[in-house]
């Protein structure tokens, strides 16, 4: 079970990347006071939880309701973490502009935390392991990526910006690898 837990873990961490939302965090809160700050994290990670926990528990039922196949929905995830994985590692912009404090919030909480990524994976994760270990990895990185946003600033002052851009951009090499190995897996279950 644990290491069950584990591979669950590292692979919604992989896609959910929490660097990329700190570094979007970072540039869009300067001008925002530390309540505001506090309440954007936690509109953040609230629709984020949300997103995910809708996508484990109903995903699978949606999928069998419009009749995709498991393996469609696979390879056609694995091609989605694939773009995104590319776009992190060469750093393609494909954010949008932010008006005020609950946008910026949202965007961080879908589609960087949450996005199509993220809930594939949660839906491909409840097949393989169930509903509990998919949930249990979704707290552990929710609460990762809260306390990521939470003490952002902290984290640019110990690190610095370039080194959380690398580690998002070695995050990206690994998603790419993993959408690979998901499209693989999806095409073998096709021809099985």
């Known amino acids: 079970m644990f290491e069950e837990f584990?591979?669950?873990f590292i692979t919604l961490f992989i896609i959910m990347d929490p660097f990329v939302s700190v570094v979007f965090f970072l540039g869009y809160s300067k001008s925002l006071n530390q309540k505001q700050k506090n309440n954007a994290v936690?509109?953040?990670?609230s629709v984020a939880a949300?997103?995910?926990?809708?996508?484990?528990?109903?995903?699978?039922f949606l999928l069998n309701t419009?009749?995709?196949?498991?393996?469609?929905?696979?390879?056609?995830?694995?091609?989605?973490?694939?773009?995104?994985?590319i776009t992190t590692v060469l750093a393609i912009d494909v954010g949008s502009k932010t008006e005020n404090v609950h946008s910026g919030a949202i965007l961080i909480g879908?589609?960087?935390?949450?996005?199509?990524?993220?809930?594939t994976t949660i839906i491909i994760l409840s097949k393989d392991y169930g509903y509990f270990i998919p949930a249990l990895a979704a707290i552990?990185?929710?609460?990762?990526?809260?306390?990521?946003?939470?003490?952002?600033?902290?984290?640019?002052?110990?690190?610095?910006?370039?080194?959380?851009?690398?580690?998002?951009?070695v995050l990206g090499l690994l998603l790419a690898a993993l959408a690979v190995d998901f499209i693989h897996s999806g095409i073998v279950g096709f021809m099985g």
């Open 140 to 169: 552990a990185v929710l609460i990762v990526s809260y306390l990521a946003l939470k003490f952002a600033v902290h984290l640019q002052k110990l690190i610095g910006t370039k080194i959380i851009e690398i580690l998002s951009k």
């Open 6 to 8: 584990l591979r669950s």
């Open 110 to 119: 879908t589609p960087l935390l949450s996005g199509p990524g993220a809930l």
């Open 42 to 45: 936690l509109i953040a990670i």
């Open 66 to 85: 419009l009749g995709i196949s498991f393996n469609g929905f696979k390879v056609a995830g694995g091609i989605i973490l694939l773009i995104m994985g």
């Open 50 to 60: 949300i997103l995910l926990f809708i996508f484990l528990v109903s995903g699978l």
